[in-house]
T-cell receptor, first 111, second 117 residues
Framework: GQNIDQPTEMTATEGAIVQINCTYQTSGFNGLFWYQQHAGEAPTFLSYNVLDGLEEKGRFSSFLSRSKGYSYLLLKELQMKDSASYLCAVRRGGATNKLIFGTGTLLAVQP | DTAVSQTPKYLVTQMGNDKSIKCEQNLGHDTMYWYKQDSKKFLKIMFSYNNKELIINETVPNRFSPKSPDKAHLNLHINSLELGDSAVYFC????????????????FGPGTRLLVL
């Protein structure tokens, strides 16, 4: 089976740094994605990790530890526009390449 | 120049009706998906097609029937709509079925907000 856990909500201050954690238990792990979803909009791709370590893309970084079944998304220099839901998704291997999504973390950035 | 488009954006209908929602992608991708996002924002896969062939069929009531006339289109027909079908339905596409890396990213359409009264 599969189980993906994220905190439901987080609050942070503009200009600060926030870390959103994701833990997973799944068979056939083949990569982990982070998506951003603003209210009323579609999810958009942020990052992808398949090997252990940190991937950095501008203000956003994502970390993966496969042995611990753990990932985090790090957002630096927070801006008001970063207020959104952040979805962790695990890809299962095989022909279907199915994505299993967590319930998402709603981040509120305050002035 | 929209990559993944869906119609309609909003759909309000009565219980028991039959409705269809459509999805088109102009990215040249081989694989398309339907997801359902409920009121708690949980995004769950329903179906996937690769080159018009069904490859994922989750535990979904058989009132839901996907159809892919060609690899750029994936439609979803829903019979006998129920209150619990109210949700946002997202279409997504991806380049292929194998490989690693960014090219396997799924791109989502804008969603169809279905409300069953």
């Amino acid at each position: 089976g599969q189980n993906i856990d994220q905190p439901t909500e987080m609050t942070a201050t503009e200009g600060a740094i926030v870390q959103i954690n994701c833990t997973y238990q799944t068979s056939g792990f083949n990569g982990l994605f982070w998506y951003q979803q603003h209210a009323g909009e579609a999810p958009t791709f942020l990052s992808y990790n398949v090997l252990d370590g940190l991937e950095e893309k501008g203000r956003f970084s994502s970390f993966l530890s496969r042995s611990k079944g753990y990932s985090y998304l790090l957002l630096k220099e927070l801006q008001m526009k970063d207020s959104a839901s952040y979805l962790c998704a695990v890809r299962r291997g095989g022909a279907t390449n199915k994505l299993i999504f967590g319930t998402g973390t709603l981040l509120a950035v305050q002035p | 120049d929209t990559a993944v488009s869906q119609t309609p954006k909003y759909l309000v209908t009565q219980m028991g009706n039959d409705k269809s929602i459509k999805c088109e992608q102009n990215l040249g991708h081989d694989t398309m998906y339907w997801y359902k996002q409920d009121s708690k924002k949980f995004l769950k896969i329903m179906f996937s097609y690769n080159n018009k062939e069904l490859i994922i069929n989750e535990t979904v009531p058989n009132r839901f029937s996907p159809k892919s006339p060609d690899k750029a289109h994936l439609n979803l027909h829903i019979n006998s709509l129920e209150l619990g079908d109210s949700a946002v339905y997202f279409c997504a596409s991806r380049r292929g079925t194998g490989g690693e890396g960014y090219q396997e990213t799924q791109y989502f359409g804008p969603g169809t907000r279905l409300l069953v009264l």
